[in-house]
């Protein structure tokens, strides 16, 4: 879709944006000489969590909150809970602790196949430019055949089933309570658990080695991840254990600059101290930053407090992995990235978080299992501690698989919410994500090139190896994700005109 | 539909969190089968089609368009007007488009009170200046446009007719894939007014399996407070929970694991608003024989509003009301 702006630009429009969750557009603006001269990535909705948690009582948001997204709200359950945990001062039981991260690994795995499969994995395995009407789930289960559809059913299927276990409903499980979880786990349960971590470490495994004959098979896709318009040297946040190791549940916040340096590492419940929003009249979405590093504009470089916070970035502040198949994997990526298996030197290729997700995958994985067969996963009475303080205030994160979240809550002294505060996965990645598909454009985008819907797509896929999750974002305002690019030229002409592919009636 | 072209099915997402796109795709090895008998012809969380595709389309085109999520801005409403346009059948699917769903309770606050709170006035906000998200914005290089911000969440049907309603947040996956089949196998027809699928007219205490021991509620607790006695009623052991006045279909499945229902597939029987029908329920099981007492027991529940309104502060006997 391309117009003619009042300022004599080309707009080419992409909206809405697909194959991720939550609605987006892209306008991208071409100057006379058919060059990019700007691109916007938009977020067109705000749905006002913040406000709304106000004068519920806070054992209601770990059941609230996880509708500011149905694709992760175990992440959103997670955080909320833990916030609940420190709104009441309790110390929880091993247990409880134990159960909290064994259901988030099991959801983690999940959730990067979902990412993996579903929405970013059909630019690779279709192909970036193939017909858009097959470039989904459905042309992936034609292309790789049922054997393999089967394998990806069914770690969601089991995925889900998990959910159900802890949670009782497979989407929006509601057990995670201020001081532990609802209920314990019966030695039954946690037999089919055994079972079902079994299965996803050897999914995660099999996933690593589809994206080794996928992707690193082909010559022409390591191009693109390597040299294509795909990188941004930018600092680094994700949630380390005491030993500087990933963990999705529990740790500190370590940020590392594009060298890798660590520029601080700090509990979550300092993070104001460390992060502020930006915000700015065009989208809905705030642009937070480092304040050591100050606000620059949506610039990369040590000089900008812009970071990302994504599977790459958790693997660029982690020193290793906490389980040994993650931890092969982990020195694979970082020796073909950066030719340096230690992982001391940051990655930085875009595309590349779509590895890095993968490894993940199998660190979820290798830990749910562990934890599964600790004799006290299934204690009867550690599973929950009752509140003995009178409730104040509370900060809980984890990391979304998209991001590093922060749920804050302030409440009176009946544990009504007076105040609480957010800051979501995607959001974190906002500014590099608009960098990101500003750099593809400009990249991509040149006088006499076709503006074709091939070429377009390769513009989305800037945004989709974040994963992002807009449903998340604009938790604050009702956001649109879906996504538009348009491009105008400084004379008011159309220079070109981005097309999808003709309708798709045979999408199946 | 005929016997010769396949369906052409829509999922869309508006005012929504992405729980009702994950609750299609739970439907699983099933998944095959509805693709093997429709067409996907838009979808943004899945697949590649744009609204200039949907605009291209013919009046009527799309077969089964399940909406979800609320209506909360321009662009929403203008895709509600779109797809019910291109759609012979309109369904509203889950509590957000059904009844406004969980962000209708920001129907509570004013628009400059959501706005304040996620852009000024925020602790992590560093807007000096006080900068708020504009309909339009004059950048160096052309017009920038986001949709209107409306005042109040809206229903689906507050905008366009309704087929169908498939209830839930979200809707169980195997309640989906009955109505899917029952609707490709044409047992229903295209037309309909606001009819409930996927659900039944009996309550979630009627697929619950706690006990009822007939016993009268003395006092309430909040779920973080005690813990439960297992296998017994939570509304009996005094923690609130809206089973009694709200639709079943879900299988019961929060008391499953000891946590109290929340309505999410919304009123049961007859009853339009589900909050009254709860205190109405609620009514003959308090152990007050007083009025006074009575009042002095509902007193205990806090925040009534946005408990026994969790998913239906949208609906319309509520209106005026915010």
């Known amino acids: 879709m391309s117009t003619t702006t009042s300022s004599g630009t080309r707009r080419i429009s992409i909206d809405p944006v697909t194959r991720l969750e939550g609605h987006g557009k892209i306008d991208i603006f071409l100057d006379a000489d058919g060059e990019v001269a700007d691109c916007f990535f938009q977020v067109p909705e705000l749905r006002g969590f913040e406000r709304f948690c106000e004068g519920r009582p806070v054992e209601e948001l770990p059941r609230i909150t996880p509708r500011i997204c149905g694709v992760c709200p175990e992440a959103h359950l997670m955080a909320s809970a833990k916030a609940c945990d420190e709104v009441y001062g309790i110390e929880l039981p091993p247990t409880a602790r134990m159960l909290r991260e064994l259901q988030y690994c099991l959801f983690y795995v999940t959730d990067h196949a979902t990412h993996f499969y579903a929405l970013g994995g059909p630019d690779f395995v279709m192909g970036p430019e193939s017909d858009p009407a097959t470039r989904n789930l459905i042309g992936v289960i034609g292309k790789v055949g049922l054997e393999i559809a089967g394998k990806v059913i069914r770690c969601r299927q089991w995925g889900h089933e998990a959910a159900a276990i802890f949670g009782g409903r497979p989407v929006n499980p509601v057990n995670a309570i201020p001081g532990g979880m609802s209920k314990p786990l019966s030695a039954e349960e946690r037999n089919r658990l055994d079972e079902i971590a079994c299965y996803m470490v050897e999914f995660a495994e099999f996933t690593l080695e589809l994206f080794r004959s996928v992707v690193l098979g082909n010559q022409q896709y390591v191009d693109l991840i390597l040299n294509g318009p795909y990188r941004h040297a930018t600092y680094s946040m994700g949630l380390v254990d005491a030993k500087n190791r990933s963990n999705y549940y529990d740790g500190e916040v370590r940020v590392v600059d594009p060298d890798g340096r660590e520029l601080v590492k700090y509990p979550p419940r300092d993070y104001l101290q460390h992060v502020a929003e930006r915000v700015e009249p065009w989208t809905y979405l705030k642009f937070p930053y480092l304040k050591a590093v100050g606000w620059k504009g949506l610039v990369d470089g040590k000089e900008s407090g812009v970071y990302r916070a994504t599977p790459q970035s958790r693997l660029n502040v982690a020193d290793a992995m906490s389980t040994p198949k993650a931890q092969a994997a982990y020195e694979q990526y970082f020796e073909t990235l950066t030719g340096d298996r230690s992982g001391k030197r940051p990655v930085h290729h875009t595309l590349a978080i779509h590895w890095a997700r993968v490894v993940e995958m199998i660190n979820a994985a290798e830990r749910a299992l562990e934890l599964v067969r600790d004799p006290e996963i299934t204690n009867q009475e550690k599973y929950r501690a009752l509140p003995t303080r009178t409730p104040s205030e509370g900060v809980g994160c984890v990391e979304a698989p998209r991001g590093t979240l922060t749920h804050h809550y302030i409440t009176d002294e009946n544990g009504i919410v007076r105040r609480a505060n957010l800051i979501v996965g995607t959001t974190n990645n906002h500014a590099a994500i608009s960098m990101s598909i500003k750099q593809a454009a400009q990249g991509l985008i040149h006088r006499g090139v076709e503006v074709s819907e091939g070429l377009l797509n390769k513009i989305e896929m800037a945004f989709r190896a974040y994963d992002p999750c807009y449903g998340c974002a604009t938790h604050s305002l009702p956001g649109q994700m879906p996504m538009t690019v348009r491009v105008r030229a400084a004379d008011g002409t159309v220079l070109a005109e981005g097309r999808r592919a003709a309708r798709g009636s045979d999408n199946g | ?322």
């Open chain 2, 1 to 322: 539909m005929n016997a010769v072209s396949k369906a052409k099915v829509a999922m869309y997402w508006a005012g929504s969190c992405g729980g009702c796109d994950i609750s299609l795709l739970e439907i699983g090895p099933h998944l095959l089968e509805l693709v093997a008998a429709a067409d996907v012809v838009f979808w943004p969380c899945a697949a590649d089609f744009k609204y200039h595709h949907v605009a291209s389309y013919p009046d009527g085109y799309i077969d089964l368009c399940l909406f979800n999520g609320s209506v909360r801005n321009s662009e929403q409403e203008r895709m509600a007007r779109l797809l019910r346009q291109k759609s012979k059948t309109l369904v509203a699917y889950g509590a957000c488009a059904i009844s406004g769903g969980i962000p209708a309770l920001a129907n509570l606050a004013t628009p400059e009170e959501l706005f304040a709170r996620s852009y000024t006035d925020c602790p992590s906000v560093d807007n000096p200046g006080g900068v708020l998200p504009r309909t339009e914005t004059e950048s160096l290089v052309g017009e920038l446009e986001i949709p209107h911000f409306y005042p109040q969440v809206l229903r689906l049907s507050d905008i366009v007719e309704v087929d169908y309603l498939i209830p839930g947040c979200p809707p169980q996956a195997t309640r989906v894939w009955e109505v899917c089949q029952a609707f490709l196998g044409g047992a229903l027809p295209a037309r309909a007014h606001e009819q409930l699928a996927g659900c039944t007219d009996k309550s979630v205490c009627d697929e619950c399996t706690l006990e009822k021991r007939l016993v009268k509620i003395s006092g309430f607790r909040r779920h973080h407070e005690a813990i439960p006695e297992p296998g017994w009623c939570l509304l009996e052991q005094g923690f609130v929970c809206l089973g009694a006045a709200t639709r079943s279909g879900c299988g019961a499945l929060c008391t499953k694991v000891n946590m109290p229902c929340r309505g999410c597939y919304g009123p049961s029987g007859e009853a339009r608003d589900q909050g009254a029908a709860f205190i109405g329920a609620l009514g003959s099981l308090l152990n007050a024989e007083l009025e006074a007492r009575a009042g002095e027991l509902i007193d205990q529940i806090v925040d009534p509003a946005g408990t026994f309104y969790r998913f239906t502060m949208s609906d319309g006997d509520l209106k005026g009301h915010r």
